[in-house]
């Protein structure tokens, strides 16, 4: 049961106020560090050209640039805890205006080896992160969606022998999943069909030793689905029950409402989306107004459109029985 839009705005409104107030003191005691710290080089820079005097500009100086940083750590504080009001106060707000079952843990995220697991890519990561996770129902389908970066680790020698490390990203984005009331005995993936996984899904379909990790290439009759994607699986004819004609087109829609082209699993009795985007959500802005709700807006809007996947998708038809 979804609260009233008018029981929400109401409610949220109060909250943007006040927390509109705590971000101008945080907004100005940035600022106030930032000018500190500023006014510190600056009192070296001098010291250090007229020389004669750099001593005394210099102390002068290091003594502004100690209080710039403590300014900047009571600011840094202060901002951790107008983060966590926003997102204890206003997202948990806007989901319960969207369906009273959903719940934010803002601290914790999908866990590393459920990423893993999912098979969205074939890259493991170096370094890993998630957080801002929802939870919830959408009539029979329980369904969970998060932020993620994970990313990988490379090395190159230095031309003075020593190391330089270098992060590149597998995906950056949030990772939806949801209970298909099925046990599946394979495991299929559908990734996007860029030229790489092109080649590789032509000699998969030529040279069936090329496949991806032992499992096969899935030929589909839908000309616009495989233009987008290409999909493996260890078990063809469970691809096909999964992957039939309303479900690919149901994908090939969604996907249209994405900016980037999705990824998706299906393992054990879940389904894995993996949407890439470019910005952080579910952030409050500090350097503009939080009574401008274009930020939160965007926000709710991502909300929405996880929440209608269940829907979009037709997740709640039941045709399968989990074994």
């Known amino acids: 049961m979804s609260i009233p839009q008018s029981m929400f705005d109401t409610s949220l409104q109060s909250t943007l106020n006040d927390l509109e107030a705590q971000r101008k003191v945080v907004y100005n005691l940035k600022v106030k560090s930032f000018s500190i710290i500023g006014g510190g080089i600056l009192l070296i820079g001098i010291g250090a050209f007229l020389g004669t005097l750099i001593l005394h500009f210099g102390i002068a100086g290091a003594v502004a640039l100690l209080f710039g940083f403590i300014s900047y750590s009571k600011a840094d504080t202060s901002f951790n805890e107008y983060r966590h009001e926003f997102k204890q106060k206003v997202i948990s707000t806007a989901l319960k205006s969207i369906d009273q079952s959903l719940t934010f843990?803002?601290?914790n995220g999908l866990r590393e080896g459920e990423f893993i697991f999912s098979q969205l890519f074939k890259q493991k990561p170096d370094?890993?992160?998630s957080q801002d996770q929802v939870f919830g129902s959408a009539g029979k389908t329980r369904f969970s969606f998060s932020e993620v970066h994970a990313e990988y680790k490379t090395e190159t020698r230095t031309?003075?022998?020593?190391r330089q490390e270098h992060w590149?990203?597998?995906?950056?984005?949030i990772v939806f999943y949801a209970d298909f009331n099925k046990h599946f005995n394979g495991i299929t993936v559908v990734r996007p069909k860029d030229f790489g996984s092109a080649i590789g899904a032509w000699f998969a379909e030529k040279i069936p030793l090329f496949s991806s990790s032992g499992d096969e290439l899935v030929k589909l009759e839908n000309?616009?689905?495989e233009k987008l994607f290409v999909t493996y699986s260890s078990d063809q004819v469970e691809a096909r029950y999964i992957l039939t004609p309303a479900m690919m087109e149901r994908l090939c829609q969604l996907d249209s409402k994405s900016k980037y082209t999705i990824s998706v699993s299906f393992i054990d009795n879940q389904m894995y989306i993996a949407f890439p985007l470019d910005k952080d959500y579910f952030e409050p802005p500090l350097y503009k107004s939080l009574l401008d709700q274009k930020s939160i807006g965007e926000d709710l809007d991502v909300i929405r459109f996880m929440y209608g996947i269940v829907q979009e998708l037709d997740l709640n038809t039941r045709i399968w029985g989990k074994q």
């Open 105 to 107: 843990d803002y601290e």
């Open 127 to 129: 370094r890993y992160s």
């Open 159 to 162: 031309k003075n022998g020593g």
């Open 168 to 173: 590149h990203t597998i995906f950056k984005g």
């Open 223 to 225: 000309p616009d689905f």
